[in-house]
């Protein structure tokens, strides 16, 4: 029985960042490449059974961006540290010890590992490319196997494929009540959730507001309702990521907004989050972002996006009795 291997190498990384090369994270380039191939494995039916990725920022999120465009959870993911900085040993000992009833795996590393990966499972000669990159950043390459992942070796596989996302489309396709379109970004993008995250102290309510990623204006957390989530568990991810914070997320929205961007219209549902808990910095993942809390007023009259106002007037009126 074959089985198929798909070697995907980490999108465009940002290299202008302040960061060791772990860390270094995608830039804009490449997580658009990363959905794009994600996409194009999606509509071809090439959707990964199990899905190994180096933990390094740059590739995990690169995983991410692909396997969320594919209708999958970023959870289904296995992090493999073998794979970050991996020579061609390291890398064959990954696919080796992959489960035996896996048919599709997909690998996510870096180069020059997964270009010598590539390069000793494939029985012919590879083709040079006009550029003479053999896979680029989120370049994906489809091998079939003819034989188990245990016995995988030198010439076992059958290159199918090399798929660059600058090949593909690049808006994508978008199902909604008026039909089928394409849009900048994949559907799931376009229906969100938001919290407004609150304590009360001494009697009265101080809410929660965190600066936007370029540090312009002043929002509360937000972002895209991922597969496998509901809007509470996305709700309370961002609040973790953006403002480093835990609660406990209401079980009703306060209310909804919309909104234009990504050439569609994006839905929030909006979230009371009772903060029970204020990371360190250290745990905070986006802590450049900085924190403050403020009065309810102060804060309706800070915050960027006017339609949260009357949703945080309601929510105030409601922890002070005054509904």
């Not at 860390?23 to 490449?30: D, F, S, V």
């Not at 234009?260 to 910095?281: F, Q």
């Amino acid at each position: 029985m074959s089985r198929e291997l798909l070697i995907l190498r980490h999108g465009k990384s940002d290299w202008d960042v302040d960061v060791d090369d772990y860390h270094r994270p995608l830039m804009e380039r490449g997580r658009r490449g990363a959905l794009q191939i994600g996409a194009w494995l999606l509509q071809h039916n090439l959707v990964p059974d199990y899905v190994v990725s180096s933990p390094a920022e740059r590739a995990i999120a690169t995983a991410e961006k692909a396997v969320k465009a594919m209708g999958l959870k970023a959870a289904s993911i296995s992090r493999d540290e073998r794979i970050y900085a991996a020579g061609l040993s390291a890398l064959m000992d990954v696919v080796r010890a992959t489960p035996t009833e896996v048919k599709r795996l997909m690998l996510v590393g870096h180069n020059p590992g997964v270009e010598q990966l590539l390069n000793y499972l494939v029985r012919e000669d590879i083709a040079e490319t006009d550029d003479g990159k053999l896979l680029p950043t989120a370049t994906i390459a489809r091998l079939i196997l003819d034989c188990e992942w245990s016995k995988a070796g030198a010439g076992c596989a059958q290159l199918d494929s090399i798929t660059r996302p600058k090949s593909l489309e690049e808006q994508f396709p978008f199902t909604g009540p008026g039909g089928s379109d394409f849009r900048d970004r994949p559907d799931f993008y376009y229906t969100q959730s938001s919290v407004i995250p609150y304590r009360m102290q001494q009697g009265k309510p101080e809410i929660l507001v965190i600066s936007s990623r370029k540090r312009k204006h002043l929002i509360v957390p937000k972002g895209i309702i991922d597969p496998g989530l509901t809007p509470q568990q996305a709700a309370a991810k961002e609040a973790r990521e953006e403002a480093g914070v835990e609660g406990i997320v209401g079980a009703e929205p306060l209310g909804q907004y919309s909104y234009e961007k990504w050439g569609g219209v994006c839905t929030v549902d909006v979230y009371p989050m009772e903060v029970t808990k204020v990371l360190p910095e250290a745990e905070w993942a986006e802590n450049y972002r900085g924190r403050s809390w403020l009065p309810p007023g102060q804060a309706a009259k800070k915050l960027n996006q006017k339609e949260l106002v009357p949703l945080l007037e309601q929510l105030a009126a409601q922890l002070t009795g005054k509904t």
